[in-house]
Protein backbone atom coordinates (compact mmCIF):
# COMPACT_ATOMS: atom_id res chain seq x y z
CA UNK A 1 0.00 0.00 0.00
CA UNK A 2 1.20 3.78 -1.13
CA UNK A 3 0.42 5.44 2.18
CA UNK A 4 2.88 6.80 4.55
CA UNK A 5 0.53 8.38 7.16
CA UNK A 6 1.50 7.58 11.16
CA UNK A 7 -1.84 5.02 10.84
CA UNK A 8 0.41 3.28 8.41
CA UNK A 9 -0.42 0.15 10.95
CA UNK A 10 -3.64 0.75 11.84
CA UNK A 11 -4.92 -2.29 10.58
CA UNK A 12 -7.93 -1.65 7.73
CA UNK A 13 -11.05 -3.61 8.51
CA UNK A 14 -12.86 -5.62 5.76
CA UNK A 15 -16.21 -6.84 6.04
CA UNK A 16 -17.36 -9.10 2.91
CA UNK A 17 -20.39 -12.07 2.58
CA UNK A 18 -23.15 -12.58 0.61
CA UNK A 19 -26.21 -10.31 -0.68
CA UNK A 20 -28.54 -10.13 2.33
CA UNK A 21 -26.59 -11.91 5.25
CA UNK A 22 -27.03 -8.86 6.58
CA UNK A 23 -23.54 -7.36 6.37
CA UNK A 24 -24.62 -2.91 6.07
CA UNK A 25 -26.52 -3.96 9.17
CA UNK A 26 -24.00 -4.89 11.00
CA UNK A 27 -21.45 -2.26 9.84
CA UNK A 28 -23.95 0.33 10.73
CA UNK A 29 -24.38 -1.09 14.70
CA UNK A 30 -20.76 -1.58 14.59
CA UNK A 31 -20.11 2.38 13.69
CA UNK A 32 -22.33 3.63 16.14
CA UNK A 33 -20.37 1.52 18.63
CA UNK A 34 -17.42 2.87 17.77
CA UNK A 35 -16.55 5.78 16.30
CA UNK A 36 -13.06 5.80 15.48
CA UNK A 37 -14.17 3.71 12.54
CA UNK A 38 -15.19 4.98 9.31
CA UNK A 39 -16.83 3.09 6.39
CA UNK A 40 -15.04 3.66 3.30
CA UNK A 41 -17.68 5.04 0.43
CA UNK A 42 -17.43 2.86 -2.89
CA UNK A 43 -16.96 3.97 -6.26
CA UNK A 44 -19.59 2.52 -8.64
CA UNK A 45 -20.60 2.36 -12.23
CA UNK A 46 -24.23 1.98 -11.64
CA UNK A 47 -26.97 4.37 -12.03
CA UNK A 48 -28.36 6.23 -8.85
CA UNK A 49 -31.37 4.78 -7.10
CA UNK A 50 -34.08 7.16 -5.16
CA UNK A 51 -33.12 8.97 -1.99
CA UNK A 52 -29.39 8.15 -2.94
CA UNK A 53 -26.47 10.85 -2.52
CA UNK A 54 -23.39 11.25 -4.47
CA UNK A 55 -20.56 10.80 -1.61
CA UNK A 56 -22.68 8.97 0.91
CA UNK A 57 -23.92 5.87 -0.78
CA UNK A 58 -21.53 5.72 -3.11
CA UNK A 59 -19.54 7.69 -5.18
CA UNK A 60 -21.14 7.26 -9.15
CA UNK A 61 -18.85 7.78 -11.71
CA UNK A 62 -19.31 6.27 -15.46
CA UNK A 63 -17.65 3.40 -16.94
CA UNK A 64 -15.03 6.26 -18.67
CA UNK A 65 -14.31 7.67 -16.03
CA UNK A 66 -13.48 4.55 -13.88
CA UNK A 67 -11.80 3.06 -16.93
CA UNK A 68 -9.34 6.17 -16.71
CA UNK A 69 -8.62 5.34 -12.82
CA UNK A 70 -8.60 2.02 -12.93
CA UNK A 71 -5.46 2.68 -15.51
CA UNK A 72 -4.21 5.24 -13.54
CA UNK A 73 -3.84 3.19 -10.84
CA UNK A 74 -6.46 4.65 -8.36
CA UNK A 75 -8.50 1.84 -7.20
CA UNK A 76 -7.11 -0.11 -4.21
CA UNK A 77 -9.73 -3.14 -5.47
CA UNK A 78 -12.26 -3.31 -7.92
CA UNK A 79 -15.09 -6.22 -9.03
CA UNK A 80 -17.08 -6.51 -11.84
CA UNK A 81 -20.17 -7.78 -11.62
CA UNK A 82 -21.83 -10.69 -13.74
CA UNK A 83 -24.55 -7.99 -14.80
CA UNK A 84 -22.16 -5.10 -15.80
CA UNK A 85 -21.81 -3.06 -13.38
CA UNK A 86 -18.29 -2.73 -11.44
CA UNK A 87 -17.71 -1.07 -8.21
CA UNK A 88 -14.23 -0.56 -6.36
CA UNK A 89 -12.45 1.53 -3.54
CA UNK A 90 -10.24 4.52 -5.03
CA UNK A 91 -7.03 5.15 -2.64
CA UNK A 92 -7.73 8.47 -2.01
CA UNK A 93 -10.99 7.16 -0.24
CA UNK A 94 -8.44 5.56 2.35
CA UNK A 95 -5.93 8.01 2.74
CA UNK A 96 -9.20 10.88 3.62
CA UNK A 97 -10.11 8.39 6.35
CA UNK A 98 -6.49 7.93 7.89
CA UNK A 99 -5.80 11.58 7.84
CA UNK A 100 -8.83 12.42 9.40
CA UNK A 101 -7.34 9.82 12.13
CA UNK A 102 -10.09 7.49 11.86
CA UNK A 103 -9.72 3.48 11.00
CA UNK A 104 -10.97 2.61 7.35
CA UNK A 105 -13.72 0.12 7.53
CA UNK A 106 -14.51 -1.45 3.66
CA UNK A 107 -18.21 -3.31 2.71
CA UNK A 108 -16.64 -5.44 -0.50
CA UNK A 109 -17.38 -8.12 -2.86
CA UNK A 110 -15.44 -10.88 -1.69
CA UNK A 111 -13.21 -11.10 -5.07
CA UNK A 112 -12.42 -7.12 -3.59
CA UNK A 113 -11.79 -8.45 0.05
CA UNK A 114 -9.54 -11.47 -1.29
CA UNK A 115 -7.72 -8.73 -3.18
CA UNK A 116 -6.98 -6.41 -0.13
CA UNK A 117 -6.18 -9.07 1.60
CA UNK A 118 -3.76 -9.77 -0.35
CA UNK A 119 -2.19 -6.39 -1.15
CA UNK A 120 -2.93 -4.58 2.04
CA UNK A 121 -0.73 -5.20 5.02
CA UNK A 122 -2.57 -5.80 8.48
CA UNK A 123 -5.87 -6.05 6.64
CA UNK A 124 -8.67 -7.70 8.63
CA UNK A 125 -11.10 -10.10 6.33
CA UNK A 126 -13.98 -10.72 7.92
CA UNK A 127 -16.89 -12.48 6.53
CA UNK A 128 -20.77 -12.30 7.44
CA UNK A 129 -23.14 -15.14 6.20
CA UNK A 130 -26.84 -15.86 6.66
CA UNK A 131 -27.00 -19.23 8.72
CA UNK A 132 -28.87 -20.49 5.85
CA UNK A 133 -29.08 -20.48 2.28
CA UNK A 134 -32.87 -20.36 2.37
CA UNK A 135 -32.45 -17.64 5.00
CA UNK A 136 -30.13 -15.95 2.34
CA UNK A 137 -32.48 -15.95 -0.46
CA UNK A 138 -35.42 -14.61 1.55
CA UNK A 139 -33.81 -11.69 2.59
CA UNK A 140 -32.54 -10.53 -0.25
CA UNK A 141 -36.23 -10.88 -2.04
CA UNK A 142 -37.54 -9.44 0.84
CA UNK A 143 -35.00 -6.62 0.25
CA UNK A 144 -36.79 -6.42 -3.30
CA UNK A 145 -33.97 -3.46 -4.36
CA UNK A 146 -33.16 -5.58 -7.43
CA UNK A 147 -34.88 -7.13 -10.38
CA UNK A 148 -36.09 -10.87 -10.16
CA UNK A 149 -33.32 -11.73 -13.50
CA UNK A 150 -30.65 -9.48 -10.89
CA UNK A 151 -31.71 -11.56 -7.33
CA UNK A 152 -31.22 -14.61 -9.49
CA UNK A 153 -27.63 -13.84 -10.00
CA UNK A 154 -27.24 -12.25 -7.23
CA UNK A 155 -28.05 -16.14 -5.32
CA UNK A 156 -25.82 -18.25 -8.13
CA UNK A 157 -22.67 -15.21 -6.82
CA UNK A 158 -24.12 -15.76 -3.12
CA UNK A 159 -23.40 -19.70 -3.96
CA UNK A 160 -19.78 -19.37 -5.20
CA UNK A 161 -19.15 -16.31 -2.09
CA UNK A 162 -19.79 -19.04 0.73
CA UNK A 163 -17.21 -22.04 -1.10
CA UNK A 164 -14.87 -18.57 -0.21
CA UNK A 165 -15.77 -18.11 3.24
CA UNK A 166 -12.77 -19.92 4.45
CA UNK A 167 -10.06 -18.01 2.82
CA UNK A 168 -10.97 -14.76 5.42
CA UNK A 169 -9.55 -14.33 9.02
CA UNK A 170 -13.18 -14.59 10.74
CA UNK A 171 -16.16 -15.82 9.68
CA UNK A 172 -19.57 -14.33 11.38
CA UNK A 173 -22.70 -16.20 10.98
CA UNK A 174 -26.03 -13.18 11.28
CA UNK A 175 -28.54 -15.65 12.85
CA UNK A 176 -29.26 -12.80 15.80
CA UNK A 177 -28.38 -8.94 14.59
CA UNK A 178 -27.37 -8.20 18.94
CA UNK A 179 -25.17 -11.42 18.96
CA UNK A 180 -23.25 -11.40 15.63
CA UNK A 181 -22.64 -7.27 16.09
CA UNK A 182 -21.16 -8.29 19.78
CA UNK A 183 -18.66 -10.61 18.15
CA UNK A 184 -17.98 -8.13 15.48
CA UNK A 185 -17.59 -5.59 18.23
CA UNK A 186 -15.17 -7.67 20.32
CA UNK A 187 -13.32 -8.68 16.99
CA UNK A 188 -12.17 -5.22 15.83
CA UNK A 189 -11.42 -3.82 19.08
CA UNK A 190 -9.70 -6.77 19.88
CA UNK A 191 -7.22 -6.41 16.13
CA UNK A 192 -7.43 -2.63 17.30
CA UNK A 193 -5.66 -2.93 20.24
CA UNK A 194 -3.12 -5.61 19.06
CA UNK A 195 -2.06 -3.23 16.32
CA UNK A 196 -1.73 -0.60 19.23
CA UNK A 197 0.58 -2.63 20.92
CA UNK A 198 2.54 -3.43 18.22
CA UNK A 199 3.10 0.60 17.21
CA UNK A 200 3.76 1.04 20.97
CA UNK A 201 6.63 -1.61 20.75
CA UNK A 202 10.61 -0.30 20.19
Do not use: C
Not at 98 to 111: F, S, Y
Not at 145 to 156: A, C, F, K
Amino acid sequence: MGSSTGNARIPVFVVTGTSGAGKGTLEKGLLGRMPELELAISATTRERRLGEQDGREYWFISETDFQAKLRAGEFLEHVVFPWGQRSGTLRSEIARITDAGKIPLLDLETEGALEVKRTVPGAVTIFVEAPTFEENERRLRERATESEGEIDERLDLARQQLSQAGEFDYVIVNDDLDRALGELAEIVGKEIAAAAGTMSRP
